[in-house]
């Protein structure tokens, strides 16, 4: 299924027509080493660093590096994994790293445009996440992208989302946004979000990058293939490399940042609003009385969701915390009950409908309710897949067949509300870019994960908050009915976690194994690890391995905590019975 934004008044610009050089050898790294790293120590690591393959990367994976150079060594990490790379700010997250690991993704751009015989130049959409210091970072990174050979389009301090609606918009071949997500104010880094350059402009499709292509930008980061066979990186400097000559460097170019004092937003948060409202439209959604009624407060953690929040919501945002533009959290960024306790003060006193809370990139939203309680991450994808299977149905389109997509440890709330409204959820490996894979190839209509993650495909195939506020305003609209009602109406799980510690991660299958023999009568799913469902009770248990540290991780869920707590007791000693 292709879906594609509706076309626009202006046609986007077209991208320079210049040619790689005759010299470009696709194989080549680009990036010649990275000197200052080494590796921390991997003892307990079920995989080794290299080589790198396609097998060894999932969202929780990770790689840890420290830093060296011929002073005592810091103890710093920088974290390599599918989900970018991020390190300690003015440790181990440099400007130089910025512009390595910008290097490393301009290299596997140019290289995936010359297999496709596709000789212009890659474009990449950048921004960033609003968090202090990430403006040296951002400039890092375009000076890295356009010596490696890309056209940059800057969008300043930008949403996670926003980054890939615009990538999308404008055809580009990648995004690459500055950002740490939910991490605390030290730490910083890069996320890439990848898009075929086959694509025309408009079609959505924008996501996060898939094993293959986490594992080439990373070996590029970190090694030189050059070297037969690879070796880790040496202690010392060396510059940069690269066989782009100056004549072939990328351009540059600074979108429109708006103006806040006329409340007008930046050129980016511009399209991703409108792109969202004429998605919201498609499905008889519109700004009426009932729509604009909603009072709200958002929480955007002086970070990348200010404007978008303020542009989407308009009227309906009664109160803003965490509007400015300084970067500096007021509290610890990741949207968890214990970090909105004045986000929920403030939804209570200013006698609002709903409390958005956002991280730092804004791909995430937690909820609060009108009581001013938290109701929890997992509510958020449950809400909005009501609020489009409800909104297709009041329209009178079936959802016979219609498929959600989440990862296999997101809670079974979303089959509840699949079941009463006759779709059908299937479900990924852990990890966004799993989720979005099965999304695209089942034609999913909504999909997302259990931390807040919400996934709209008519907007972007990225985790997107202001997909996650709109569809919520639209389901109170539509059914009159309060967060506390909506959340009542959905049946009460209790999910719980455990970890259980291995000798070390080699008897991490063994493990498995044993679980899915001691329930080998029931519904069992091995895409990742092994997940138990337990039909007849409505429960379910889900056991993988860390990997980064000789642990089982368990999760298990069920309509009482009693019943949870055995299921994963049960599970435990099936573990150490082995």
Partial sequence: MTRKFPPRRNPPRGRSGHKLAPSYDAQRCLFASLPLFRFADFQHCLHPIFPLSSSTLSESSEFIFTISQDAPMSTDP????????????????????????????????????AAAAQPARPLVVLGRDGRAGGDSLARAAASGLQ???????????????????????????????????????????????????????????????????????????????????????????????????????????????????????????????????????????TDDRAHMGVRCVV??????????????????????????????????????????????????SHKADVGFAQDPDADRLALIDERG????????????????LGAREARGESNEGSILCTNLSTSRMLEDVATKFGAKVVRASVGEANVVEAMKKHHAVMGGEGNGGVIWPEVTYIRDSLSGMALVIALMARTKKTVSQLVADIPAYSILKRKVDLPDLSVANRACEAVAKRFKDHRLDRQDGVRVDIDADRAWVHVRASNTEPIMRLIAEAPTRETAEKLLTETEAAIAKG
Wanted: proline share 8%.
């Fill in 373 to 388: 309680e938290y109701i929890g991450e997992e509510y958020t994808l449950v809400l909005t897949a009501m609020a489009v």
């Fill in 78 to 113: 920088l974290m390599l994994s599918v989900s970018g790379c991020r390190g300690i700010f003015g440790s181990t997250m440099t400007p130089e790293t910025a512009a390595r690991f910008a290097i490393a993704a301009a290299n596997h751009l140019r290289a995936q445009r």
């Fill in 299 to 348: 929480d955007s953690v002086n970070s990348s969701g200010v404007a978008g929040s303020r542009e989407f919501l308009g009227r309906r945002l009664v109160h803003h915390l965490g509007a400015g533009r300084s970067g500096l959290f007021p509290h610890t960024p990741e949207p968890l009950k214990e970090n909105l306790t004045e986000l929920a003060s403030a939804v209570k």
């Fill in 147 to 285: 010596a490696g050979g890309c056209d940059v389009l800057d969008a300043g301090v930008a949403m996670t989302p926003t980054v890939a609606v615009f990538a999308d918009l404008r055809g580009a071949d990648a995004g690459l946004i500055i950002t740490a997500s939910h991490n605390p104010q030290q730490w910083n880094g890069l996320k890439l979000v990848a898009r075929s350059p086959s694509l025309a402009p408009g079609v959505v499709d924008a996501c996060a990058p898939d094993r293959a292509t986490a594992d080439r930008v990373i070996a590029l980061f970190a090694t030189n293939p050059a070297d037969s066979p690879p070796r880790p990186p040496q202690p010392g400097f060396s510059p940069v490399r690269s066989d782009v000559p100056p004549t072939d460097t990328g351009s540059y170019r600074a979108l429109s940042r708006g103006d806040d004092g006329f409340n007008i937003p930046d050129e980016a948060t511009y399209a991703h609003v409108e792109h969202l409202r004429r998605a919201l439209a498609a499905i008889g959604v």
